[in-house]
């Protein structure tokens, strides 16, 4: 071969494609699973600053509608800040961290207890739903005595 190169060689790399595209199928099929009713992850430190920097940002340049913009600049002045400075956003971002502690802990209680909340007031939705019809039976049951 004047290439230098063996046919072995293309099988192994299909092999490899295989065996990745594989693996894909199996992450999609777990992450759809997610349960709605799980509290969010808490913002960092810096999406607390940027929360207010952009409300600051938008006022100082009303005509700028490059989110990019915005978020570079953000990033520049977060970098350019002192830990001083940084502090009341590590601050606040400590607090929404120990409050979704605390979240996640009551949510994996529930589900340990054997039920998903979602589930939970599916089914009492459905049960008033069921109560209401009755009592609109029951009204015109009543209406249909009266008659008589």
Do not use: C, I, Q
């Amino acid at each position: 071969m004047k290439g230098g190169k063996s046919k072995a060689a293309p099988r192994r790399t299909d092999t490899k494609l295989k065996a990745k595209a594989g693996g894909a199928g199996k992450k999609t099929a777990k992450n759809a699973g997610k349960d709605p009713n799980k509290p969010k992850r808490p913002a960092s430190a810096f999406f607390v600053f940027m929360e207010e920097f952009r409300e600051k940002y938008k006022k100082e340049h009303p005509n700028n509608k490059s989110v990019a913009a915005v978020g570079k600049a953000g990033g520049d002045k977060w970098k350019s800040m002192s830990d001083a400075e940084k502090a009341p956003f590590v601050a606040k971002a400590e607090k929404r961290k120990s409050e979704y502690n605390k979240n996640m802990l009551a949510y994996n209680k529930r589900l340990a207890e054997g039920g998903n909340g979602a589930d939970e007031e599916e089914s009492d939705k459905s049960k008033s739903e069921v109560n209401d019809d009755d009592e609109d039976e029951d009204e015109s049951g009543e209406d249909d005595d009266d008659d008589e």
